[in-house]
T-cell receptor, first 112, second 113 residues
Framework: GDSVTQMEGPVTLSEEAFLTINCTYT??????LFWYVQYPGEGLQLLLK?????DKGSNKGFEATYRKETTSFHLEKGSVQVSDSAVYFC???????????FGSGTKLNVKP | DAGVTQSPTHLIKTRGQQVTLRCSPK?????VSWYQQALGQGPQFIFQ???????QRGNFPDRFSGHQFPNYSSELNVNALLLGDSALYLC????????????FGPGTRLTVT
């Protein structure tokens, strides 16, 4: 079945460090891939998405490239800020009905 | 324009009781999906409603049921509550035909004691 696996956290970085959060997927068909962010006490917010192979999603300095050959969609940011501290979820959707499969989440702590 | 809203924000129930959670979709959206997010886990798909009918369902028992009203708002009902039902319940809305665009509400935190 369809599933997403992402690196376990927490990930602790100093401000301005480089961030990578790994995400791999298993899917039938051709999924779209997403990163969502959940700030403390808030709901999920779409961070970025890619709908086909080799697409790069980007937003707020975060980037992720849809790699079909490695079934991966790793999240990267060149210089993290304290305000980036949150839980990040990788997700996929393979249907037209917007049924999403989420990874277990990776908590990011950024220290000043 | 209000986004997806959910009520109540928090809820405490006792084992065996029944609970109803409510969701109002984003304006213009006609599809509502419900997710359960256990502590420290990612959201898991419960079911989806479109045109007042359940269109898709995840791997959840029949104790979980729902409803969609003509104004597209939705309810999630859980009967015979178990301790393991304690979680954050998220509602997401979208527009059928506009794929892969889904907006989440802030969730309802359900605690079963």
């Amino acid at each position: 079945g369809d599933s997403v696996t992402q690196m376990e956290g927490p990930v602790t970085l100093s401000e301005e460090a480089f961030l990578t959060i790994n995400c791999t997927y298993t899917a039938t068909g051709y999924p779209s891939l997403f990163w969502y962010v959940q700030y403390p006490g808030e709901g999920l917010q779409l961070l970025l998405k890619a709908t086909k192979a080799d697409d790069k999603g980007s937003n707020k300095g975060f980037e992720a490239t849809y790699r079909k050959e490695t079934t991966s969609f790793h999240l990267e940011k060149g210089s993290v800020q304290v305000s980036d501290s949150a839980v990040y979820f990788c997700a996929l959707s393979t249907s037209n009905f917007n049924k999403f499969y989420f990874g277990s989440g990776t908590k990011l702590n950024v220290k000043p | 324009d209000a986004g997806v809203t959910q009520s109540p924000t928090h809820l405490i129930k006792t084992r065996g009781q029944q609970v109803t959670l409510r969701c109002s979709p984003k304006s213009g959206h006609d599809t509502v999906s419900w997710y359960q997010q256990a502590l420290g886990q990612g959201p898991q798909f419960i079911f989806q409603y479109y045109e007042e009918e359940e269109r898709q369902r995840g791997n959840f028992p029949d104790r979980f049921s729902g409803h969609q009203f003509p104004n597209y708002s939705s309810e999630l009902n859980v009967n015979a509550l178990l301790l393991g039902d304690s979680a954050l319940y998220l509602c997401a809305s979208s527009v059928t035909g506009v794929i892969h665009e889904q907006y989440f509400g802030p969730g309802t935190r359900l605690t079963v004691t």
